[in-house]
């Protein structure tokens, strides 16, 4: 299969470069330099030609308050150049599988695992661009993959891992919110999922050259690490995983004014994606783990920027 990767230089993008060494399938990986996506005869061309059987779509704008800041560049990178997305697998015949988010549900009562199928109520800027998105891939009609995922980290790029790694190790002592739940997602462990999903997308034919889609395997899913956390609870095993011996303490929300009210409860429920791919998915602290081993050695033998 020939597969295009946007965004393929952020946490995600680079995640899928490392689960993709060794696939049989042709991976194309694309950042703003080779494609813009809000360029929307470009991307009809790169698909077009390049003859693409699924599109993983993993640029965003991500900047939750800078949003609020720029709600016409947040809407068009998550919504309108979701779109052009969507209307070139649609002329094409290509899947696309997109990356959403719980900011969807900001602003929903209650302390049950969101489901797929519970009303969207974003609360700021980026989460109605990123609900905007969605609906534009709807609207076309293009066979598709929506997943939604939260707290997202890995080794690369800007995320709260690493920061925690560096304020703990620089100050005595810290203040994280304790009333924000959710559960964390080590990027890799969604790529991974991902890969799982275009090879469950293709059926097989006896003599391994021709493949039909699934139809039933489209819609919306819900992905993240197991378990029930808050951001509180996150950073203090950061801490002592990484071990720094910063005092940290727990404190609300209100004491960190945001131009955007964050998800007070965002634990996605991950049955469906779980049940229809027939995957497992790992632990939040083993996955804590093994981002931090990793980070380690990279930072020994190829230091980040």
């Known amino acids: 299969m020939n597969i295009l990767v946007t965004g393929a230089n952020g946490q995600l993008g680079n995640e899928m470069r490392i689960v993709s060494k060794g696939s049989p399938d042709r991976y194309i990986f694309t950042d703003v330099e080779e494609l813009d996506i809000l360029d929307k005869n470009a991307v009809m061309d790169i698909v077009k030609n390049e003859q693409i059987q699924v599109v993983v779509n993993c640029a965003a704008y991500t900047n ?70 969605e609906q534009a891939i709807q609207k076309t009609g293009c066979k598709h993959i929506i997943i939604r995922t939260a707290w997202l980290y890995s080794e690369f790029g800007h995320n709260f891992v690493k920061t925690m790694l560096k304020l703990t190790a620089e100050k005595d002592n810290l203040n994280v919110v304790f009333d924000q739940i959710g559960t964390p997602t080590y990027a890799l462990d969604l790529a991974e999922t991902i890969l799982k999903i275009i090879h469950n997308l293709q059926k097989k034919e006896d003599n391994y050259q021709l493949s039909t889609i699934n139809y039933q395997l489209f819609g919306v899913y819900h992905f993240s690490n197991e378990g029930v956390i808050s951001w509180y609870d996150f950073a203090k095993e950061i801490c002592e995983l990484g071990g720094n011996k910063c005092d940290i303490q727990p404190c609300h929300s209100d004491e960190f004014p945001s131009k955007v009210r964050r998800p007070a409860y965002s634990v996605l429920d991950k049955t469906k994606i779980k049940k229809t791919f027939n995957i497992s998915i790992p632990y939040w602290k083993d996955s804590l783990r093994r981002c931090l081993s990793k980070y380690r050695y990279a930072s020994v033998v190829n230091p980040f920027p």
């Open 64 to 133: 939750v308050d800078k949003a609020e800041d720029e709600p016409e560049m947040a809407e068009k990178l998550n919504a309108t150049a979701v779109g052009y997305l969507a209307e070139a697998c649609k002329a094409n015949d290509a899947t696309l599988i997109h990356i959403s988010t719980d900011y969807v549900f900001g602003g929903n009562e209650g302390n049950t695992p969101r489901k797929e199928d519970e009303p969207a109520n974003p609360t700021g800027a980026y989460g109605r661009s990123k609900l905007h998105g």
